[in-house]
């Protein structure tokens, strides 16, 4: 295959290869493309806007302000947003089913539900349509040099390509194969932690042709130990993640089983989601894993930076992974006006910047799990002794 192509050729900068064309790959490359480099995006998947079926972590994710501004930079933001369902309080579920809201902040402040299909072909459409950019499919990154910049591609046809590059942007997510280079050197710090926790989402449909439950708000189950959620979605359905130790998933093996569970930790949810619906839902799929990985420096030499999840997963609640992603596009992008884009002196400056940030936001998101299963269950207690004495 020739990747030089013709619109290729009027770029006279760096060659950028980004590596993985998932969220932050393709918000990357909308940067990178800006600044007049020649970029191209190798994706292992085959394109998902031409895939019949879209295989991916979360159906929807929460949107947040450090995202906003990122997509802001490169024209996105209000695209994106007019996509968006505004969330603008949690909504707590007892046991009795009595509901309670807690705000996120002042009036007016809100996070917006966005679904991660659209989102992710949204950016790579807008990364498309710059002339300095190309996009490639079905090529998975098997190793690279940082000698020499050289590439090797696995194809779907099973032949292996080698490409050169000036520069990797490694944007492969939690396990990424660009990051291996870097756990071949000394003084690169790593860790990876699976917690005890496993996830499974459930769709909660359309009741008389709107949302089941109130749209503009994150609905939380907090049930100390374990709890479930659910974000709204365009199509007016609801996705609904149960979060609970693997070792509890495993109890769950029969219909019965489920059902009783259910019946005991959710039972308003039972009529919202549908006896039916929920069973096959529920069996699906296995409960899936969820890791946080820290490591730092970010850069190899000026050869070579990680961002997004290649740098730092996180666990999902507190809705910034994604997010923290987003802003790294945009930290990097001022650090190179900062020092002329002169890599050599920018990537040690982008990995002495960020890395404390997201090192932050990982530990804050291991918390906020506290959060969100047990404290809210006071939070709701206090807010009430609040709006009656207010
Ligand atoms: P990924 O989304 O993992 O994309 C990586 C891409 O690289 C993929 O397209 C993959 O196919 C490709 N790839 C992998 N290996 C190779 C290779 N060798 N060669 C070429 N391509 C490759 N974040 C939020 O901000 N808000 C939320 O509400 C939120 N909710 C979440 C809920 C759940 C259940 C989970 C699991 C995560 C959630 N997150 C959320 C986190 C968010 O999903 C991630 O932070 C985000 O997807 C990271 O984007 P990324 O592009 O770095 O990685």
């Not at 579920?93 to 991660?116: A, E, T, W």
């Not at 939690?174 to 071949?184: D, H, I, V």
């Not at 596009?329 to 960020?354: G, H, K, M, W």
């Amino acid at each position: 295959m020739e990747y030089s192509s013709e619109k290729n050729k009027s770029a006279t900068k760096k060659k950028v290869v980004v590596v993985g064309g998932g969220l932050v790959g393709s918000l990357n490359a909308c940067f990178f493309a800006k600044r007049g480099f020649e970029v191209v995006v190798f994706e292992s998947r085959e394109d998902i806007r031409c895939a019949k079926t879209v295989k991916g972590r979360s159906i929807n994710l929460a949107l947040s302000h450090r995202g906003r501004q990122a997509l802001k930079h490169v024209g996105m933001e209000d695209k994106i947003i007019s996509k968006g369902i505004p969330m603008h309080a949690r909504m707590i579920h007892r046991v009795n089913g009595k509901r309670s809201p807690i705000p996120y902040g002042k009036k007016g402040q809100y996070i917006l539900s966005v679904g991660r299909a659209n989102l992710n072909k949204e950016l790579l459409t807008a990364a498309e349509a710059y002339p300095n950019t190309q996009v490639n499919f079905n090529h998975r990154l098997l190793d690279w040099s940082p000698e020499t910049g050289t590439m090797t591609f696995l194809g779907t046809d099973g032949t292996e390509k080698e490409i050169q590059a000036d520069f990797i942007v490694g944007c492969d997510g939690a396990f990424s194969a660009t990051r291996k280079q870097f756990l071949r050197r000394s003084r690169f710090n790593y860790s990876q932690t699976y917690i005890p926790h496993g996830y499974v989402e459930l769709t909660m449909p359309l009741r008389n042709g709107d949302f089941a439950m109130e749209p503009n708000f994150l609905h939380i189950w907090p049930r100390n130990t374990f709890m479930m959620i659910a974000l709204p979605n365009l199509d007016k359905t609801f996705t609904c993640t149960l979060f609970m130790p693997f070792e509890e998933f495993e109890k769950i093996t029969t219909d019965d089983e489920l059902m009783n569970f259910f019946q005991k930790y959710f039972p308003d949810s039972i009529p919202l989601l549908g006896v039916d619906a929920l069973k096959r839902d529920f069996f699906r799929l296995p409960a899936q894993a969820m890791v946080s990985v820290k490591c730092s420096p970010y850069h190899l030499n000026d050869k070579c930076v990680l961002m997004g999840d290649a740098a730092h997963a996180v666990v999902p609640f507190y809705g910034q992974g994604m997010n923290a992603g987003f802003e790294d596009c945009l930290v990097l992008d001022e650090i190179l006006d900062q020092f002329n884009e002169d890599f050599s002196a920018a990537l040690p400056e982008y990995t002495r910047v960020r890395v404390p940030d997201d090192h932050a936001i990982a530990d804050l998101a291991m918390y906020n799990y506290v959060e969100m299963r047990a404290h809210v269950n006071s939070k709701y207690f206090l807010f009430r002794k609040y709006l009656e004495n207010a």
